[in-house]
C-alpha cells in the first residue's frame, strides 16, 4: 500500500528529471556527446530560480534566468571543446568543476536555500509544482490541474513541440547532421563547431529547467542535488530505448520515449524502496539499473543475432 500511495509522487519526479534525461538525449543521442556538464547545470537552474524567486522575481522570468544560465554553462563547455581542443568529456568535468563554486555563490555560499512554503502569506501558492500538492490535490484542497502530472506533463508535451520544430528547420536539421557524421557536415558546408556549441547550450537550458522545477518540487536548493544527475539521464534515455524504441520511431515519439523512461526509473527505485532497500544503496542501484540497459542492445546483437542468421543460412 505505501508503494501506491508514493506512486504520483515518483511518476512527479520521473516527468521533472524527464526534462534533464531530454537535455542528455541532445548531447548523448544526437551530437554524440558524453557531457558531465549536467551533473552541476542542474544544481546551477535550481539555484538561480530559487534565489530569484525568493527575491521577489516573478516566477516565469526566474524560470526563464534558470534557463539561460544552463545555456551559459553549456556555452563553457562547448568553447572549451571548440576553440580550446579540449575532448568534450574533460570539457564537461572542467565546467563542472568550475561550476560548483559557481553554484555556491550563486546561493550566498550557503549549501541550502529553501523557499518558504510555510509561514503566513508565504510562496507556497505562487509556485507551479510543489510535492505538497500532490498532497493537497489527493484531499480534495487544490484542483486537480494544479497537480504536479499534470503541469510537468504540459511542459514536456510543450517542450517535446518546440523541440520537434527546431529540428525540423535547416539549422536543427545541421545539428542533427553533426552528431550523424561531422567529417561529412562540414563537407556540407556546415560549421559544425558552431552546432556543437548550440547543442550543448539548448541541452543544459533543459537541464537547468529541470533542476528549476525540482528545487520548486522539493521548496528548496541543495548544492549536492545535481550530483548523479547524468546517470539518471543516461537511465531514462536507454530504458526509454530499449522499451519504447520499435514502437516509437518518429522523433517527437523519441523525445516522449525518453520522459517514460525517466517515470519508469522512478517507478523501480520506488518499488525497491517500498520493498525495504536502504535509501544509501540508491546510488548503486541506480548504477546496476544503467549498466544493464546499456547491455541490453549489446547482448541481443551478440546472442540473438547470431541465431537470427543461423535461422536465414538455414532457410538458404
Known amino acids: 500500500m505505501t508503494f501506491f500511495n508514493a506512486l504520483p509522487g515518483a511518476i512527479s519526479q520521473g516527468l521533472i528529471y524527464g526534462i534533464m534525461a531530454i537535455g542528455v538525449y541532445i548531447t548523448y543521442k544526437i551530437l554524440d556527446i558524453a557531457d558531465l556538464t549536467v551533473d552541476s547545470s542542474f544544481c ?4 538561480t530560480f530559487v534565489m530569484l524567486f525568493t527575491g ?5 522570468l526566474a524560470l526563464l534566468a ?15 571543446h571548440t576553440l580550446c581542443g579540449i575532448p568534450a568529456i574533460l570539457a564537461g568535468i572542467l565546467t563542472q568543476l568550475g561550476l560548483w563554486s559557481v553554484n555556491m555563490a550563486i546561493m550566498g555560499m550557503k549549501a541550502t536555500v529553501a523557499i518558504n512554503v510555510t509561514a503566513q502569506g508565504g510562496m507556497l501558492d505562487k509556485l507551479l509544482v510543489s510535492l505538497r500538492f500532490v498532497q493537497d490535490v489527493a484531499s480534495g484542497v487544490r484542483p486537480i490541474y494544479r497537480h504536479p502530472i499534470f503541469v510537468v506533463g504540459v511542459f514536456t508535451v510543450v517542450l517535446i513541440g518546440v523541440l520537434y520544430w527546431f529540428f525540423g528547420t535547416e539549422l536543427g536539421a545541421a545539428l542533427r547532421a553533426t552528431g550523424s557524421n561531422a567529417n561529412m557536415a562540414r563537407a556540407q ?8 556549441v548550440l547543442g550543448l547550450m539548448v541541452s543544459n537550458g533543459l537541464v537547468a529547467l529541470s533542476g528549476a522545477l525540482l528545487a520548486q518540487y522539493n521548496s528548496a536548493s541543495e548544492i549536492n542535488m545535481g550530483r548523479g544527475a547524468i546517470v539518471i539521464g543516461l537511465a531514462a534515455v536507454i530504458i526509454g530505448e530499449v522499451i519504447f524504441g ?3 520511431q518518429n522523433f517527437a515519439l523519441k523525445l516522449l520515449a525518453v520522459s517514460f523512461g525517466a517515470i519508469i526509473y522512478y517507478i523501480v527505485l520506488q518499488a525497491v524502496l517500498a520493498m525495504g532497500l536502504n535509501p544509501n544503496y540508491l546510488k548503486l542501484l541506480s548504477a546496476i539499473i544503467v549498466a544493464i540497459f546499456l547491455s541490453v542492445p549489446y547482448w541481443k546483437r551478440k546472442y540473438f543475432g547470431k541465431s537470427v542468421k543461423k535461422e536465414v543460412a538455414g532457410n538458404a
Open 56 to 60: 521577489g522575481v516573478n516566477i516565469w
Open 44 to 47: 546551477t537552474g535550481a539555484a
Open 189 to 196: 558546408g556546415i560549421d559544425t563547431d558552431f552546432t556543437k
Open 246 to 248: 520499435k514502437v516509437f
Open 66 to 80: 534558470a534557463v539561460a544560465v544552463g545555456m551559459l554553462a553549456g556555452l563553457c563547455t562547448g568553447l572549451l
